[in-house]
């Protein structure tokens, strides 16, 4: 079983940044909330920590750890990554009940909140608003969460996300006219670049997604 963090641990926890959930304290303070996979430490100088879902609950007093131990975030996971996966639309929906869907939601924010921030630390220019080079290796995950973020459904009734043999492409699909479009729009407001096309055969209309590699024309 996971131990609840100490009284110094909390005070760590409930002092981050609310938006990012970036943290300060002692390298051993820190160290210690990565072991108990309450924070993970950003692969990129200058390599501070911040909070995962589950240390973000903590802070705002959801809930307690999790009782299982599970394997912690790959070294270069978007922040607030550390046991968050986005939803691509093609996975298994979960149990009725098994979620809380202002859980979720929070959980979403953290990860989107932490991807701004890990695109402000690693885009050479700070910007945020143009997706960075983990989005770029992760393209399924990273347009996943961009539309998650952005409020829109995953699933058979809404968004789904696969990979495409185009370098630097997913494919999205949505059975509602309506909704194509407004994941169309969700993705370029999150920076990246969005193209339609018909399927052969059938003409089932569909998004081409990359991510923007330079800031928008104006």
Not at 15 to 41: C, I, K
Not at 89 to 108: F, L, Q, S
Request: include cysteine; glycine fraction near 8%; charge should be positive.
């Amino acid at each position: 079983m996971t131990k609840p963090p100490t009284a110094a641990q909390r005070r760590i926890i409930e002092a981050a940044d609310p938006a990012t959930g970036r943290l300060t304290g002692s390298e051993a303070q820190l160290a210690g909330l990565v072991r108990h996979r309450l924070a993970f430490r950003h692969p990129r100088p200058p390599h501070a920590y911040f909070l995962t879902p589950t240390g973000h609950r903590i802070r705002e007093g959801a809930q307690s750890p999790p009782v299982a131990e599970t394997p912690g975030p790959p070294p270069d996971a978007p922040a607030a990554s550390g046991l968050f996966a986005a939803r691509t639309g093609t996975e298994p929906a979960p149990p009725p009940g098994a979620e809380r869907p202002e859980a979720r939601a929070r959980d979403v924010r953290s990860a989107w909140e932490g991807l701004l921030e890990m695109r402000r630390m690693t885009n050479p220019d700070g910007a945020r608003e143009r997706p960075c080079a983990w989005e770029r290796t992760h393209l399924v995950q990273a347009a996943a969460l961009a539309l998650e973020a952005a409020g829109r459904r995953p699933g058979p009734d809404g968004y789904r996300v696969a990979a495409t043999p185009q370098p630097e492409a997913v494919a999205v699909r949505d059975q509602a006219a309506d909704g194509l479009r407004a994941c169309a729009s969700a993705l370029v407001a999150a920076g990246w670049q969005v193209s339609e096309h018909a399927e052969r055969p059938g003409g089932v209309r569909y998004l081409l997604a990359s991510p923007r590699r330079s800031r928008p024309s104006k």
